[in-house]
């Protein structure tokens, strides 16, 4: 049996998706959709990035179709890590930092388009 290789999408993939990039959407099917899953920092951006409630119930549903990832005490102390570490010297948010613990913590890549908001992140694997 094939082991499945997991790749957690960042939040631009997902905005690029609604949009329908089809670079990304093209990406997406060789990764295979049974491949990706989601932080639910996402979901928190998604929502908050929502114009008003036809968009918010438009971006529920679209989200509802992908499996995310729980908040965990490792993922949590993995962020504090990366904040330390790394907000002085590269300005890492908190949401982005959420991401790459993430990431890190479960061993699995991370597919962004924001590849200076991460590159400098020694721990995490960045889908290209």
Same mark, same amino acid.
């Given at each position: 049996m ?5 790749i957690?999408l *960042?939040?631009n993939? /997902?905005?690029e998706?609604?949009k329908g990039?089809s670079?990304i ?6 990764i295979?959709a049974e491949?990706?899953i989601l932080?639910? /920092?996402?979901?928190l951006?998604?929502y /908050?990035?929502a114009?008003n ?6 971006i529920k549903?679209y989200?509802?179709?992908?499996p995310k ?5 490792k993922i949590?102390?993995k962020?504090?890590q990366?904040i330390?570490?790394?907000?002085l010297?590269n300005?890492?948010?908190?949401n *982005?930092?959420?991401i790459?613990a993430?990431c ?12 200076k ?7 995490l694997?960045?889908?290209n």
């Amino acid at each position: 049996m094939e082991e499945r290789k997991m790749i957690l999408l *960042d939040t631009n993939i /997902v905005i690029e998706l609604l949009k329908g990039n089809s670079k990304i959407l093209s990406e997406i099917e060789t990764i295979g959709a049974e491949n990706l899953i989601l932080s639910k /920092v996402t979901t928190l951006e998604m929502y /908050v990035g929502a114009l008003n409630k036809n968009e918010l119930k438009k971006i529920k549903k679209y989200l509802d179709k992908f499996p995310k990832f729980e908040f965990s005490d490792k993922i949590i102390d993995k962020t504090i890590q990366l904040i330390y570490q790394y907000y002085l010297s590269n300005s890492l948010f908190i949401n *982005d930092a959420i991401i790459a613990a993430t990431c890190i913590e479960n061993n699995i890549p991370l597919y962004t388009l924001n590849l200076k908001d991460f590159k400098y992140i020694e721990e995490l694997r960045l889908y290209n």
